[in-house]
């Protein structure tokens, strides 16, 4: 089992920036490829960002490239997700996800564990 909780989300401003967090317990977190996805009212669960247990594998939706970086400390068995210049349609719930491979994906299907989520509000 891998438990899995996100922090950091919150209110900001368009063109702001957070980072959330993503810190994992349970089997070797290294083991694991992770991933980003969000959720905002009325919609379906999107993919942001993903992670392989190298760092070197970091695929991104596009509407993350450029402004969003992922990123894990696997010392630290904790995940990052950076995102600059905010917008209004950034808003949603982020989760991360936790997959048994060291290879990232971007379906939710692949992913074997979630956290609950932490909500990011942009406001215009």
């Known amino acids: 089992q891998v438990q899995l909780v996100e922090s950091g989300g919150g209110l900001v401003q368009a063109g702001g920036s957070l980072i959330l967090s993503c810190a994992a317990s349970?089997?070797?977190?290294?083991?694991?490829?992770m991933g980003w996805f969000r959720q905002a009212p009325g919609k379906e669960r999107e993919f942001v960002a993903a992670?392989?247990?190298?760092?070197?594998?970091?695929p991104y939706a596009n509407t993350a490239k450029g402004r969003f970086t992922i990123s894990r400390d696997n010392a630290k068995n904790t995940m990052y997700l950076r995102m600059n210049s905010l917008e209004p349609e950034d808003t949603a719930v982020y989760y991360c996800?936790?997959?048994?491979?060291?290879?990232?994906?971007?379906?939710?299907?692949?992913?074997?564990?979630w956290g609950r989520g932490t909500q990011v509000t942009v406001s215009s």
């Open positions: 992670i392989g247990w190298s760092s070197s594998n970091t």
């Open positions: 349970g089997r070797t977190f290294s083991s694991y490829a």
């Open positions: 996800a936790a997959r048994a491979s060291v290879t990232p994906s971007t379906s939710a299907n692949d992913y074997n564990y």
